[in-house]
């Protein structure tokens, strides 16, 4: 919640993303912990960040990077790009190329992950969220063998 308030506040508005559902936000990160596709990036004990991959929403046979959060203060640490090579592992396992959805309005993440090997596809996605409408851009890598 805190990393989507500070990612977006530009976008969104300070007010809207404090109105945040926590519970159904509670509710998507237990299903995703759930699933056994999960890693998380610790600092002194305390959980700073985690990913979430699976099989891709909209290409049969290829993976999706489904989110990839850190705290705003650990920005910067190094829980990226760790938690970056745990989501290309748990890719790797068993797809040969994944995707990942960004909103087009998001330029650090997106640098992050064009530094971490991924390069946009062309493919582009009207998305809405929290009355605001928010296009999308997809990104893919090629997963080679670790």
């Known amino acids: 919640m805190r990393t989507w308030q500070a990612a ?5 508005g ?3 993303l ?10 998507l990160a237990e299903r995703a912990i759930a699933s056994g596709n999960v890693a998380v990036a610790e600092e002194d ?15 049969d046979g290829e993976g999706e990077l489904f989110a990839i959060y850190v705290l705003p203060e650990a920005w910067g640490g ?3 790009p760790q938690l970056m090579a745990a ?14 959805y960004v909103l087009e309005d998001n330029p650090r993440a997106r640098r992050f992950y064009e530094r971490e090997g991924w390069a946009l596809d062309g ?4 998305g809405e969220f929290l009355g605001t409408p928010v296009p ?3 990104y893919r890598i090629r997963l080679t063998p670790a």
């Open 123 to 126: 493919v582009t996605k009207a």
């Open 87 to 100: 989501a290309k592992e748990l890719l790797r396992a068993s797809y040969t190329d994944a995707t990942l």
């Open 136 to 138: 999308e851009v997809r």
């Open 18 to 27: 404090a109105a945040i559902d926590h519970t159904r936000r509670r509710t």
């Open 45 to 59: 004990g305390r959980v700073v960040g985690f990913v979430s991959v699976g099989p891709s929403t909209d290409v």
């Open 8 to 12: 977006y506040e530009h976008v969104f």
């Open 78 to 80: 190094g829980a990226g």
């Open 14 to 16: 300070a007010e809207r």
